[in-house]
């Protein structure tokens, strides 16, 4: 069983940065793509940003060029670095870890974001 915990989040201004955290117990050897997730007030849950393990990113076109997602796989931790950020980006963030193609996916707990002046 693989537990993730996140953390980073916060209230920023606009322009701001922020760095989110998500840091994975257990193991996490069948694990082959690692996200971000996020959901705003009566949204969806929307794909912000993935990274394979050879390293391929995929970002949602809302967020190209500001937000970089990021591993590192023997700390069992991914990041995501938050820059000009914008009030549309408020949300609960989410991480996600899974085996693609399989049922094996877990989330975590959700970190809040406000970007507010």
């Known amino acids: 069983q693989v537990q993730l915990v996140e953390s980073g989040g916060g209230l920023v201004q606009p322009g701001g940065s922020l760095r989110l955290s998500c840091a994975a117990s257990?193991?996490?050897?069948?694990?082959?793509?690692m996200g971000w997730y996020r959901q705003g007030p009566a949204n969806a849950r929307d794909m912000v940003a993935l990274?394979?393990?050879?390293?391929?990113?995929n970002y949602a076109d809302s967020v190209k060029g500001r937000f970089t997602i990021s591993r590192n796989i023997a700390k069992k931790t991914v990041y995501l670095q938050m820059d000009s950020l914008k009030p549309d980006d408020t949300a609960v963030y989410y991480c996600?870890?899974?085996?693609?193609?399989?049922?094996?996916?877990?989330w975590g707990q959700g970190t809040q974001v406000t970007v507010s002046s």
């Open positions: 996600n870890f899974r085996r693609a193609g399989s049922a094996t996916n877990y």
């Open positions: 257990g193991s996490i050897d069948s694990i082959n793509v």
């Open positions: 990274i394979s393990p050879s390293g391929l990113t």
